[in-house]
């Protein structure tokens, strides 16, 4: 598919994880590898617009749920990606929105010892929007608008992307863009 292809077969349509997904994460306190579960489903618009759900969870039958993410934001195309003829480098930047909502009260316990700089107490089911906002644990500054720096590529009706850096880094630039297949996301 040609990238126009691709953003056209991606649009108007719900895209969610096949199975509960486990990938690699860096404790930053620690710097230590640790497990990271979570169920995605995205939405693309026309606009070069998406909206992407992260559910987080303790175990990996994704039964015990410690926090919601809710990015909302804009997509910027670039050209092929390497990995396979078909690959396009997409940055997902989280300019509207980017909402935590904890699920579970050892998370928001374990958010709280950060400092809240601008934020609320966190509270097991309350919303809180940190675009452009300090957060230390997921690893942002006050005036920063996260950019993930990613991938796309259609295979038999399956969306992939980026699989996480096996070290736990994030794909915060483009030199740290994925450069393997993350499990595909099907149609919802």
């Known amino acids: 598919?040609?990238?126009?292809?691709?953003?056209?077969?991606?649009?108007?349509?719900?895209?969610?994880?096949?199975?509960?997904?486990?990938?690699?994460?860096?404790?930053?306190?620690?710097?230590?590898?640790?497990?990271?579960?979570?169920?995605?489903?995205?939405?693309?618009?026309?606009?070069?617009?998406?909206?992407?759900?992260?559910?987080?969870?303790?175990?990996?039958?994704?039964?015990?749920?410690?926090?919601?993410?809710?990015?909302?934001?804009?997509?910027?195309?670039?050209?092929?990606?390497?990995?396979?003829?078909?690959?396009?480098?997409?940055?997902?930047?989280?300019?509207?929105?980017?909402?935590?909502?904890?699920?579970h009260q050892d998370f928001a316990d374990a958010i709280n010892q950060a400092p809240l700089n601008s934020l609320n107490k966190w509270e097991v089911n309350v919303v809180q929007d940190i675009k452009a906002k300090a957060f230390p644990a997921f690893g942002l500054t006050e005036g920063q608008i996260y950019v993930d720096y990613d991938l796309v590529y259609i295979l038999n009706d399956l969306l992939f992307m980026g699989s996480k850096h096996v070290d736990g880094r994030a794909f915060d630039t483009p030199e740290n863009r994925p450069t393997n297949l993350q499990i595909p996301l099907m149609k919802k």
């Not at 719900?14 to 860096?26: A, D, F, M, Y």
């Not at 710097?31 to 175990?59: M, Q």
Request: hydrophobic share 35%; net charge neutral; glycine share 6%.
């Open 1 to 103: 598919m040609t990238a126009e292809q691709t953003k056209q077969f991606i649009q108007s349509r719900e895209w969610v994880s096949i199975v509960t997904e486990l990938r690699p994460s860096k404790d930053r306190a620690t710097g230590n590898i640790k497990p990271f579960y979570l169920w995605r489903t995205f939405k693309f618009s026309p606009e070069d617009k998406f909206e992407c759900t992260v559910i987080n969870y303790a175990d990996a039958g994704g039964k015990v749920p410690l926090v919601k993410i809710v990015i909302k934001g804009h997509n910027v195309w670039h050209g092929e990606h390497p990995i396979a003829k078909g690959a396009y480098n997409v940055d997902y930047v989280a300019d509207e929105a980017y909402e935590i909502t904890p699920l």
